[in-house]
């Protein structure tokens, strides 16, 4: 297995949220998943968000990711094929919840605070990390007037960081167990717990558009997509 570094888990990251907005040929776009969804849940973007998310979380648990995968052929090799697919679909997601906001994943603000949902930990000790002030209601506007073009650059190293510590050296093992190259099913409860908790941060800034209490409950709607 290639190693892992910070610097191929970033350019991945990179091109996957290029991809995400432009769509692989058989794989929707985060475009098209959220108009899908959109179609579905006319006028209440929350149950579009949950549902989306829901339906994401069902397809971490299954083999869902894992039938889209050989679809994932132009990912250049810098990381695992498994793993690269799976920040894949984790980033479409995130940017598919960003458009039913009405936000525009192009806008480079938009683009780091969608990366930030990766983050499986607190945000506010991650945003006070990255030097955002933090108030007792972070809002999205609150924050994307904080961020500046070096804040984006420390946002994305800091991630890549964050990602090799999750998944380098023991982590990336596990992971080949978790997503198989052919066929199986990816093991559920990690994965699913990881794309629950990145489908609520990104709930939280584009859909609520404020962060909520660490405690705060999350309620899914039921839905399905593709």
């Not at 985060?30 to 069902?58: P, S």
């Not at 960003?98 to 994943?105: K, L, Q, S």
């Amino acid at each position: 297995m290639a190693r892992f570094t910070e610097e191929k888990i970033r350019q991945t990251l990179e091109f996957a949220y290029e991809k995400a907005i432009t769509g692989f040929p058989g794989i929707d776009s985060a475009m098209e998943l959220a108009e899908f969804y959109k179609n579905k849940y006319q006028g209440d973007k929350l149950k579009q968000a949950n549902a989306l998310i829901r339906w994401q979380v069902a397809k971490s648990a299954t083999s869902g990711f894992v039938t889209g995968l050989f679809g994932l052929t132009a990912i250049p090799l810098t990381l695992p094929a498994n793993l690269a697919s799976v920040l894949f679909f984790q980033v479409r997601m995130v940017v598919a919840i960003a458009i039913i906001g009405g936000y525009d994943p192009k806008d480079e603000k938009i683009r780091a605070t969608s990366l930030t949902c990766l983050i499986d930990e607190n945000m506010r000790f991650f945003l006070k990390e990255i030097g955002i002030k933090i108030l007792k209601q972070i809002t999205l506007k609150d924050v994307a007037k904080q961020l500046s073009g070096g804040t984006v650059i420390r946002i994305t190293h800091i991630i890549g960081l964050r990602l090799l510590a999750k998944f380098g050296s023991k982590g990336a093992a596990n992971l080949t167990k978790m997503v198989p190259l052919i066929g199986g099913v990816i093991g559920g409860t990690v994965d699913a717990v990881w794309t629950r908790k990145t489908g609520q941060n990104a709930k939280s800034w584009f859909i609520d558009n404020f962060l909520p209490s660490p405690h705060a409950t999350f309620h899914q709607n039921a839905g399905c997509g593709q």
